[in-house]
């Protein structure tokens, strides 16, 4: 089943189940860069994932240069573009909510450097590309 913003009701299941995402953007000459391995949380029929050192993490920069790339978590692999929220958006709560619920486990350091509004401002949706 296709939810409405094209990921499938299995996609969003596997990839908000996985641990981790793997993540690369596409260079300007079509390649795509290395994959680096983050934390990503489904919300709602949306994935999202944050830098974890900031916004001027390697990775964060990359992303939000190419606008477009690639990722791969709990079997599904594909395209996507890299779409920054509005700051006064109110989903940066709920991925805050999402973070929680599955890194919790992990001890408050590490999940506060996903969370909160510093954290906010490196969140990105990934939306798929056919």
Request: net charge neutral; hydrophobic share 35%.
């Amino acid at each position: 089943m296709m939810s409405t913003n094209g990921w499938t009701t299995d996609e969003l299941r596997r990839i908000g189940g996985a641990t981790e995402l793997q993540v690369a953007s596409y260079r300007p000459d079509g390649t795509l860069r290395p994959y680096v391995t983050i934390w990503t949380v489904a919300t709602g029929d949306r994935v999202y994932v944050r830098s974890a050192y900031g916004a001027d993490n390697p990775w964060f920069r990359r992303a939000l240069a190419s606008g477009r790339g690639r990722i791969r978590a709990g079997g599904v692999e594909r395209d996507v573009e890299f779409i920054r929220p509005d700051a006064g958006d109110p989903v940066h709560g709920d991925v805050d909510v999402a973070y929680h619920a599955k890194y919790d486990r992990y001890g408050p350091a590490i999940v506060g450097s996903v969370t909160g509004d510093i954290a906010s401002h490196t969140t990105l949706r990934l939306d798929p590309r056919d």
